[in-house]
């Protein structure tokens, strides 16, 4: 059964006329068509009602969707000088479109917009049965339902597997000094205090001092002598921005929305005022009335908005690399049921370096900052850890990264993971990712297009989260300063005294 499209051309007047010529032009565009594609397998059917071409597509192996706009413009080409005879509008009236896919479906799934969809032997089909506007075939919605379809059928077959990791270096065993969970022992002792909404922490004087200590020891160690420059940037993260880095479609689940107050008239926020001094209770119906539908996130990552203040622009070619970092920004990932002290909340803090430059610049940049990361592991903090190459999910299953290829593959991420004895043995328990280091290729200069005089560009970035590098360093060495390593001991210099609360 081929695919099949019903739809309707209306001119700016009848054609009753034209209609047998306008037939005859059609059989020509139909040969054309497949002398162009070196196929047979299209049929029309053509019928007509005063100012409506209606037209019935039949094609075997295409999308016959694909040849409504060009078929509209060569109507207007060649009966426009010569019979005034516009199309003024194209309607899809009906749709069923088969395609070919590499893997049947495990189970069942839904997609939107589509009426009908089955499985018919080796092809799946899909059925607009509700006439389809001009505008959503145009801007490719057919296309990408297709797209998305299959999409959803890899990740069935790819549901629950890990990512690729390759284990590249790993320091000596350490002996452990202790065995306790950091995060329950500082609470404990009044270093931490969970917050009051979920994920989030209040930090002591202790640990604060701690981390700072470690933010200290970045600037020193890498972002001085590499020349990383300091940017500050917004806390959100617009759709559109998210809409070209794929995080919109990628994690919705895992990010904080961001809703802005619809007015800021008192009068019109009176009632919810009225509600809350009675009832001492927030009123969230009529809350929602005043509040306008989300168009941005609470920052997930940091570095879609260092992009976005490169996009659209031309760089000198002396310029690179650009190396920049942002340590404002405080990052949000709603976690769910998968939170666990400090290592995996949902409010963090992080330093992002971001690198744009060529493949060469950035390889020279990544094995700069890797050496910055050993000396600050191995001397500074004396930790047990361990680097693994790392091929992301959406790169490793769709094809992009293939690992016998040396250009491909010095893209990916390198997953630097600390061992935390409290969790278990080395090798049953789950290490730690305390840090990472990417280089994405041409995804994001690409994506916000990014431009160079004559250079090839490619990008990265390398999140440093102070939260994880605290848990990975106490894990090992404990809470008493006396434990410490010389060199960091002396970083921090005297914690201060807890609080004596009565």
């Given at each position: 059964?081929?695919?099949t499209?019903?739809?309707?051309?209306l001119?700016?007047?009848d054609?009753?006329a034209?209609?047998?010529?306008?037939?005859?032009?059609?059989?020509?565009f139909?040969t054309?068509l497949?002398?162009?594609?070196?196929q047979?397998?299209m049929?029309?059917t053509?019928?007509?009602?005063?100012?409506?071409?209606?037209?019935e597509?039949f094609?075997d192996?295409?999308?016959?969707?694909?040849v409504?706009?060009?078929?509209r413009?060569?109507?207007?080409?060649n009966?426009?000088?010569?019979?005034?005879?516009t199309?003024?509008?194209?309607v899809?009236s009906?749709y069923?479109?088969?395609?070919?896919l590499e893997k049947?479906?495990?189970?069942?799934?839904?997609?939107p917009y589509?009426?009908?969809f089955k499985?018919?032997?080796d092809?799946?089909?899909?059925?607009?049965?509700?006439?389809?506007e001009e505008s959503?075939?145009?801007?490719?919605?057919?296309?990408?339902i297709v797209?998305?379809?299959?999409?959803?059928i890899?990740?069935q077959?790819?549901?629950g597997?890990?990512?690729?990791?390759?284990i590249?270096w790993?320091?000596?065993?350490k002996e452990?000094?202790?065995?306790?969970?950091p995060?329950?022992?500082?609470v404990?002792?009044?270093?931490?205090?969970l917050?009051?909404?979920?994920?989030?922490?209040f930090?002591?004087p202790?640990?604060?001092?701690?981390?700072r200590?470690?933010?200290?020891?970045?600037?020193?160690?890498?972002?001085?002598?590499?020349?990383?420059?300091e940017?500050i940037?917004?806390h959100?993260?617009?759709?559109?921005t998210?809409?070209?880095?794929?995080?919109?479609?990628g994690?919705?689940?895992?990010v904080y929305?961001?809703?802005?107050?619809k007015t800021r008239?008192?009068e019109?926020w009176?009632?919810?005022?009225d509600?809350?001094k009675?009832?001492r209770?927030v009123p969230?119906?009529?809350?929602s009335?005043?509040l306008s539908?989300?168009?941005?996130i609470?920052c997930?990552v940091?570095?879609?908005n260092?992009?976005?203040?490169?996009?659209g622009?031309?760089i000198?070619d002396?310029?690179?690399?650009?190396?920049?970092?942002d340590?404002?920004?405080?990052s949000?990932?709603?976690?769910?049921g998968?939170?666990h002290?400090?290592?995996?909340m949902?409010e963090?803090?992080r330093?992002?370096l971001?690198y744009i430059?060529?493949m060469?610049?950035?390889?020279e940049v990544?094995d700069?900052?890797?050496?910055k990361y050993?000396?600050i592991?191995?001397d500074?903090l004396?930790?047990?850890?361990r680097?693994?190459w790392?091929?992301p999910f959406?790169?490793q299953h769709?094809g992009?990264l293939?690992l016998d290829d040396?250009?491909q593959?010095?893209k990916g991420?390198?997953d630097?993971?600390a061992?935390l004895p409290?969790?278990?043995?080395?090798?049953?328990?789950?290490w730690l990712?305390?840090?990472?280091?990417?280089?994405v290729?041409?995804?994001?200069?690409?994506?916000?297009?990014?431009?160079a005089?004559r250079?090839?560009l490619?990008?990265?970035?390398?999140?440093?989260g102070l939260?994880?590098?605290?848990?990975?360093f106490l894990?090992?060495k404990?809470?008493d300063?006396?434990?410490?390593?010389?060199?960091?001991?002396?970083e921090?210099?005297?914690?201060p005294?807890?609080f004596?609360?009565?």
């Amino acid at each position: 059964m081929p695919s099949t499209l019903k739809a309707e051309f209306l001119f700016n007047k009848d054609i009753s006329a034209q209609i047998k010529e306008i037939k005859q032009f059609l059989d020509e565009f139909k040969t054309g068509l497949e002398k162009k594609h070196a196929q047979k397998d299209m049929k029309f059917t053509v019928s007509h009602e005063k100012d409506k071409l209606k037209l019935e597509i039949f094609y075997d192996t295409g999308f016959p969707h694909a040849v409504l706009f060009q078929l509209r413009n060569k109507l207007n080409q060649n009966f426009g000088k010569k019979h005034r005879l516009t199309v003024k509008k194209v309607v899809v009236s009906h749709y069923k479109l088969q395609f070919g896919l590499e893997k049947s479906p495990l189970h069942d799934f839904t997609i939107p917009y589509v009426d009908d969809f089955k499985l018919d032997e080796d092809k799946f089909e899909i059925t607009f049965s509700k006439p389809l506007e001009e505008s959503f075939v145009k801007k490719n919605f057919v296309n990408r339902i297709v797209r998305r379809i299959r999409e959803k059928i890899d990740q069935q077959y790819y549901a629950g597997k890990g990512e690729f990791a390759e284990i590249l270096w790993a320091s000596e065993k350490k002996e452990p000094i202790w065995n306790e969970d950091p995060s329950r022992v500082m609470v404990e002792k009044g270093w931490l205090q969970l917050g009051r909404t979920k994920g989030k922490w209040f930090f002591g004087p202790q640990i604060t001092k701690i981390i700072r200590a470690m933010e200290q020891i970045v600037k020193r160690e890498i972002i001085k002598p590499l020349g990383f420059q300091e940017v500050i940037e917004p806390h959100h993260e617009s759709f559109s921005t998210l809409l070209k880095t794929g995080h919109l479609e990628g994690v919705p689940m895992e990010v904080y929305y961001v809703c802005e107050p619809k007015t800021r008239n008192p009068e019109e926020w009176e009632t919810f005022i009225d509600y809350l001094k009675i009832s001492r209770e927030v009123p969230h119906e009529e809350l929602s009335k005043l509040l306008s539908p989300p168009n941005a996130i609470n920052c997930y990552v940091q570095c879609p908005n260092i992009y976005e203040f490169f996009s659209g622009k031309t760089i000198g070619d002396d310029q690179f690399p650009i190396l920049v970092y942002d340590r404002s920004a405080v990052s949000n990932r709603y976690e769910s049921g998968g939170r666990h002290g400090i290592e995996r909340m949902d409010e963090f803090h992080r330093m992002e370096l971001v690198y744009i430059g060529t493949m060469e610049q950035l390889v020279e940049v990544k094995d700069k900052i890797i050496e910055k990361y050993k000396y600050i592991f191995n001397d500074i903090l004396d930790l047990e850890w361990r680097m693994a190459w790392v091929t992301p999910f959406y790169l490793q299953h769709s094809g992009i990264l293939e690992l016998d290829d040396a250009k491909q593959r010095i893209k990916g991420t390198i997953d630097f993971e600390a061992y935390l004895p409290y969790r278990g043995t080395r090798e049953d328990s789950e290490w730690l990712e305390f840090q990472n280091l990417s280089i994405v290729g041409d995804k994001y200069t690409k994506a916000f297009n990014i431009k160079a005089q004559r250079l090839d560009l490619w990008s990265g970035c390398s999140g440093i989260g102070l939260e994880r590098w605290s848990v990975a360093f106490l894990a090992q060495k404990g809470l008493d300063p006396d434990n410490w390593p010389k060199k960091f001991r002396k970083e921090v210099g005297d914690l201060p005294k807890i609080f004596n609360f009565f």
